[in-house]
């Protein structure tokens, strides 16, 4: 098809002058590569001054990079078995099927092992719903191979053995159980059967016993949402391979929206067949991997898709009202093409807001949407906003005797937590590593990676998982599940446990081996997927006083402030992990760090620039970010075509210190800018001195003059 299309992939070869651009088209490395400063010298390697990223930069992923590292790698001797093992073959993996609930990411997979060690992860195929993979999936097996990794417990920042943990700790809760004061667990979204049964048997013999769920980039809306309109905490599932036309406001649902794990149905969808396929349009603020992907992306404030929902909600039942935007035609249109699909049509929104989240559940009502499925919904998610800053209060009250933390890190997330534990008489964090919250706690339990371990997972309801290790234990470590069982009195193994509750709860008579074999099992008795809607049983809601107090939230600011999380790093879990760091962003194409995002016009109003260099590398100015007086300073500023002007975005998950080398200490804490779990707000910069360096590889090739060659387009009409 012709077109008269420009394509570029930097702003830099819209300048037709640039001498840097047609220096790279004739060049792939523009300036010599120094491979005598690393590879030089094999002796003086493991001292050399330059880091794998100065590496990575250098020579990326290319051929040349591969016969470099090859020449000079070390020299790894393979000496057989003396005597073989009967079940290793040398050579000839294994698989283990197994499940991954780290509190963020949730999945059915499969584990190749060669010779007893764990090397990738692959999708566990026979998973209906849960068997896909994202990148934090894919790369957390290194984290297993961890060397920050706890090897033991800690007493007061000392090694201590578990008898003595156990000890100190138990004489205290009992102190504490006689002085009738909370013994309080916080713990990320687990979803497993067998925990939640665990801290029940705990809550029965301590009393005074309360667990509070946090999820460091919260869903609570969508999770208060659903509560309340079905009567159970979860998060409704959607089947985007049944969407004619999808309507996405604000939520990037390719990447980490609600957990993730859509875009196999999305994908399925846009399969053109017999002249048709799913038709998407998205309106949002920063540029997502969503947004790159629809047929039609109107760039909105965050207030404003406030008004777009309200505006959908209007337009197809009559109620309500809203204000103008941006997108107002683009509205009419989507509301025609939604009212023709009908049952065929979804609306999905990124709005952490719990009425916001009401009337996307109430459009697809109207609907009778097929694409949502409250029957049975994803348990990926947990979190109570309302609960957690209730603890808070608590624990800076006193009233708050034992704070007992697992599978999250709220000293690095929650802003005000590290004073309140001051106040508590007992700390205890389950981790793997010296995080920022086992830093500051009294007693620490080292636990041991997900792929040494037991346990159990229901990620979707009627859709359980087991955990199952696939190596022993590297270090001295205990599960958080095996010293509950120590600390009631116990005897039997976290294993047994487990057993016992999936032969008497789930398993109905059918074979354990059989589940251990596949790592999930459909529980008989759970609602089919496809059971109809209207047997669902809804509480009643009062619309129109949830779209007015909705409509009354959305407060219009000069610039309004977007956090978000990347699909490499996510919530910071995995801020250690190398492959991770060196996971380009989609959209930006960096790595190794955060950023503002902002659009031209935004950044020539403040005087920010970025400005690609000779070798195609690219610089850019910094800023301070100032949300309700709290300042991340000397945030560097990428400037990125698509992002809605009067918005500006900035990525969770960086800046961690603790439990991590030194080499990852990258980007800026953007979480005490998330106040009161908000992901939008209004936000102040500042430009500041400095220059910063992106590791981007945008501009590493160029296109221009090859488009015909390379890119090939076309529409679903022709």
């Not at 420009?6 to 523009?30: A, D, G, R, T």
């Not at 509070?212 to 089947?239: I, M, N, Q």
């Not at 036309?245 to 053109?272: C, H, M, N, T």
């Not at 001195?689 to 090739?701: M, N, S």
Request: with cysteine.
């Amino acid at each position: 098809m012709a077109s008269n299309k420009k394509y570029w992939k930097s702003v830099e070869e819209l300048n037709e002058e640039s001498s840097i651009v047609e220096k790279l088209k004739q060049n792939e490395f523009v300036e010599e590569l120094p491979t005598d400063q690393f590879l030089g010298d094999k002796e003086a390697l493991g001292s050399s001054a330059t880091s794998r990223r100065d590496f990575l930069k250098y020579v990326g992923f290319t051929t040349a990079a591969a016969s470099l590292a090859a020449c000079e790698g070390p020299v790894i001797k393979s000496i057989p078995y003396v005597v073989k093992p009967d079940d290793v073959t040398p050579g000839v993996a294994d698989y283990y099927a197994t499940s991954i609930a780290d509190g963020s990411d949730f999945a059915n997979i499969l584990v190749k092992v060669r010779e007893g060690r764990p090397i990738k992860i692959e999708p566990n195929t026979l998973a209906k719903t849960n068997g896909t993979t994202n990148a934090r999936v894919q790369a957390s097996v290194l984290s297993l191979y961890d060397n920050n990794r706890l090897k033991g417990p800690k007493a007061n920042g000392k090694a201590v053995t578990w008898g003595v943990f156990d000890k100190e700790i138990t004489a205290t809760l009992n102190e504490i159980k006689a002085a009738n004061k909370a013994i309080v667990f916080l713990t990320g979204t687990h979803a497993s059967p067998s925990t939640q049964k665990l801290i029940q048997d705990f809550t029965a013999l301590y009393g005074n016993v309360e667990h509070v769920a946090y999820d460091a980039v919260s869903e609570s809306g969508a999770l208060d949402a659903f509560e309340s309109l079905y009567g159970e905490r979860a998060l409704p599932d959607y089947d985007l391979s049944k969407a004619n036309v999808i309507v996405s406001i604000g939520a990037d649902f390719l990447a980490d929206w609600q957990g993730g794990g859509y875009e196999v149905g999305y994908a399925k969808g846009r399969i053109p067949k017999n002249g048709k396929m799913s038709r998407h349009v998205q309106f949002e603020s920063n540029m997502t991997l969503t947004g790159a992907n629809a047929d039609k992306r109107y760039m909105v404030t965050p207030s404003e898709q406030v008004s777009v929902l309200l505006s959908i909600y209007k337009g197809l039942t009559g109620v309500g009202t809203s204000k103008a935007t941006s997108a107002d035609e683009g509205v009419k249109k989507v509301i025609k093409e939604l009212k023709a699909a009908g049952s065929k049509g979804v609306v999905v929104t990124g709005i952490q807001d719990k009425n916001a989240q009401l009337i996307a559940l109430a459009i697809n009502n109207a609907l009778q949407s097929a694409v949502v499925n409250a029957e049975a919904p994803k348990y990926v998610r947990s979190g109570s906003n309302e609960k957690v800053l209730q603890l808070l209060a608590d624990m800076k009250a006193g009233k708050v005797g034992a704070l007992i933390t697992y599978n999250t890190n709220p000293a690095y997330t929650l802003a005000g937590f590290e004073d309140a534990l001051k106040n508590v008489k007992l700390s205890v964090a389950f981790a793997m590593s010296e995080d920022e919250t086992a830093s500051v706690s009294q007693y620490v339990g080292a636990i041991p990676h997900y792929l040494e371990s037991w346990g159990d997972v229901q990620i979707k309801k009627g859709h359980y998982g087991l955990v199952q290790p696939t190596i022993q234990p590297l270090f001295d470590t205990r599960q958080f599940q095996d010293t509950l069982l120590k600390w009631i009195g116990a005897s039997q193994s976290y294993y047994d446990y487990v057993k016992t509750y999936w032969k008497n709860a789930i398993l109905g008579g059918t074979s354990w081996n059989q589940a251990l074999h596949d790592g999930i099992t459909l529980k008989k008795t759970a609602v089919a997927d496809t059971a109809p809607a209207d047997e669902i049983t809804e509480n009643k809601i009062n619309y129109n006083t949830v779209a007015a107090a909705l409509l009354a939230s959305a407060k219009p600011a000069d610039l309004e402030l977007s956090l978000y999380t990347k699909v490499s790093l996510g919530n910071g879990q995995q801020a250690n992990n190398p492959w991770l760091q060196e996971l380009p962003d989609p959209i930006t194409r960096t790595t190794w760090d955060n950023y503002l995002v902002i659009s031209r016009v935004d950044a020539e109003k403040y005087g920010l620039i970025n400005e690609t260099v000779a070798n195609g590398a690219l610089n850019g100015d910094k800023a301070n970010v100032t949300v309700n007086g709290i300042t991340v300073e000397n945030v560097p500023v990428y400037i990125q075509p698509g992002q809605a002007p009067g918005s500006v975005g900035l990525a969770l998950g960086y800046g961690r210190t603790k439990g991590v080398n030194e080499n990852m200490v990258v980007g800026v804490n953007a979480y005490p800018l998330y106040q009161n779990f908000a992901n939008h707000q209004a936000v102040s910069i500042q430009k500041v001195a400095g220059v910063h360096k992106f590791a981007c590889v945008q501009l590493h090739h160029t296109i221009m003059g090859r488009e015909d060659e390379i890119l090939k387009e076309t529409t679903l009409a022709d």
